[in-house]
């Protein structure tokens, strides 16, 4: 070979080196450098896809409850959370906020959202029902907490408290504290079939006092703080002789103490169910005009209805009823049980 085709042959070689040196530039930042291939974009899709599976896994299970801006069910709520999602699975909670066509909404939108089993706490026991139907259309399953639905032959499992012991315990105070029995107010909540068992079991310890008892004022406040706090403020005003009022829940009871201290009223005795630190507080006031609340466990109802779904999930066998017991708080033990959270 001549020397002038070498030097040919060997410029041709280091433009070949220079261009694929061009290809794989080197220099700049790792933003200049980022040139993917197919097969890179490839791979960063199917991990990205991956990472959106893992996401999607596990049972997704639904929470609806009266209204999520009451303590009560705040904290059933997180109790039931705990334990599904320590079981690997998903839960979607919606607040109804007292709304029973709200409810029904939300229902829908946790029936197209794919919910297996659903946590419900009915806003109304009755109006309800067309719901439960669409549950059971779709094979999702019920677990009823807390407050019962009117058509119980829909429902899978029933977790709840002892609510007509919870009444009773409360009646069986007042005739201690009030033996000479007196005229009183209820505060009560129909759409409700928990505050219907606490009102019968109510009605029917004081029933049975030497002296009676005479009910002089009967409010639905849908269990809500502000509609308490202005019936109580009205039958006050109304009855100035009242001995005592009884609450369908704690939320209202702190609606009845707050009305009894804007009108004066020192002398009242105010029972509620629930056992909420709210009302533990006020127990351990001396001077405070709440009397005692039938305490309940959020805590336990939560664990024990999500117990119940994982083995309703699994296949395994499980208890259709299960009611938590309820217990008196008073003043003469409430340091027992502490004031900064539910039992």
């Known amino acids: 070979m001549n020397h002038k085709r070498r030097i040919g042959l060997l410029l041709l070689c280091m433009l070949v080196v220079c261009g694929l040196a061009g290809c794989k530039r080197n220099v700049g930042t790792p933003e200049d450098n980022a040139v993917k291939t197919n097969e890179e974009t490839k791979e960063e899709k199917k991990a990205d896809e991956e990472e959106e599976a893992v996401k999607e896994e ?36 919606k607040n109804p906020a007292s709304d029973a066509k709200l409810q029904a909404q939300q229902i829908e939108e946790m029936i197209e959202e794919g919910v297996e089993v659903i946590f419900l706490a009915p806003v109304n026991w ?94 639905d406040t849908g269990g809500k703080l502000e509609r308490a706090l202005e019936a109580v403020q009205q039958i006050l005003k109304d009855h100035e002789d009242i001995k005592a009022i009884m609450c369908g829940n704690d939320q209202m009871a702190v609606a009845a103490k707050t009305a009894a201290n804007l009108t004066g009223r020192a002398d009242i005795l105010i029972y509620g169910v629930d056992g909420s630190p709210d009302i533990k ?41 299960v009611y938590e017991d309820v217990f008196l708080i008073n003043r003469d033990n409430v340091e027992m049980y502490g004031a900064d959270g539910w039992q």
């Open 281 to 321: 507080k006020e127990l351990k006031k001396p001077d405070s005009q709440v009397a005692g609340t039938a305490a309940q466990s959020p805590i336990n109802m939560g664990q024990k209805a999500a117990q119940t779904a994982i083995k309703i999930i699994e296949g395994e066998t499980y208890e259709k009823e």
């Open 126 to 219: 009755e109006e309800i029902t067309p719901s439960l139907e669409a549950l059971k259309q779709a094979n999702i399953k019920i677990i009823n907490i807390d407050t019962q639905v009117k058509e119980s032959a829909y429902v899978d499992a029933y977790i709840g408290s002892d609510n007509k012991k919870a009444g009773y315990i409360c009646g069986e105070d007042l005739i201690e504290k009030c033996p000479e029995g007196g005229k009183i107010a209820i505060l009560e909540s129909p759409s409700q079939n928990s505050v219907n068992e606490r009102m019968t079991g109510f009605e029917e310890a004081i029933a049975k006092a030497e002296k009676g008892f005479e009910v002089v004022a009967r409010e």
């Open 58 to 93: 596990g049972h997704l299970l639904g929470f609806t409850a009266v209204d999520m801006e009451n303590p009560y069910y705040v904290t059933l709520e997180a109790s039931t959370r705990q334990v599904v999602e320590e079981a690997g699975c998903r839960m979607i909670t």
